[in-house]
């Protein structure tokens, strides 16, 4: 299945409003075909998502990762002090303490120091290879089909998310889908909520791109059925059919 395809059958299936976002963790100095993509400065992570799912290509490099809590994410820099020690999150009004603002840091996953020399983000479609992950955001109902097609994957195992709800994005929906090779969802943070146009009724969700093809062939099981009795609502329409007795 080409990437073209595979994204094509994503957003088709769900019913997307924007592209599912390719997302390339770049090492060391040769950024090979990612060279000549869009550069942008002064960009948070999920401001470049923004830009990606609304179609563009861009390469953002350590220097103009403009947030420091996904620099220190992807092992671009260290957490500055008054993040770690949890008095900046009191600061925003996201925690009442330091020490709940720092049992957050504490527990963050990220990648390695130097680990990420850039990162490059696209639509899935143009994507020139796979992606070390895959980025949707989209509202939940939307998003719950490829949880699924995930469980199904998993024989029924049941899925559970991972978030502090905070770093919703590089930290939920990409660190950790990339470090531990699996699906993560979250409702979405303060920082990706205040700085893009990520909707009140909208939601994150990634996963490797390795997972990009067996979730396709789940999608379109659940397609076939599933997904088409859900939306149609015959049995709340039966419930709310006039004259029908409680």
Excluded at 180 to 185: A, D
Aim: net charge neutral; with cysteine.
């Amino acid at each position: 299945m080409s990437l073209a395809t595979a994204a094509a059958t994503v957003k088709d299936l769900l019913g997307l409003q924007a592209e599912p976002v390719a997302v390339f963790l770049l090492a060391g100095n040769d950024l090979g075909p990612f060279g000549s993509w869009e550069p942008v400065r002064g960009h948070r992570y999920c401001q470049a998502l923004m830009r990606a799912r609304r179609g563009a290509s861009v390469l953002l490099r350590p220097e103009e990762l403009a947030c420091p809590a996904a620099a220190a994410a992807f092992g671009m820099r260290p957490l500055p002090e008054n993040l770690a020690n949890g008095k900046g999150l009191v600061g925003f009004g996201i925690v009442a303490r330091p020490a709940t603002g720092r049992a957050m840091f504490e527990g963050m996953a990220r990648l390695a120091p130097g680990a990420v020399s850039a990162l490059a983000l696209c639509p899935l479609a143009a994507a020139p290879r796979l992606p070390d992950v895959v980025v949707i955001e989209d509202e939940p109902e939307r998003l719950m089909w490829l949880l699924l097609a995930d469980l199904n994957l998993a024989g029924g195992a049941r899925r559970s998310a991972s978030t502090a709800v905070l770093q919703a994005t590089c930290v939920d929906a990409t660190v950790i889908p990339h470090l531990e090779q699996r699906l993560n969802f979250s409702l979405g943070c303060y920082g990706c909520r205040e700085a893009t146009d990520l909707g009140s009724a909208e939601a994150v969700l990634g996963f490797p791109g390795a997972m990009l093809e067996p979730l396709c062939a789940e999608l379109h099981a659940l397609g076939e059925k599933a997904i088409l009795r859900s939306r149609a609502k015959a049995a709340f329409e039966h419930l709310e059919r006039p004259g029908r007795q409680p």
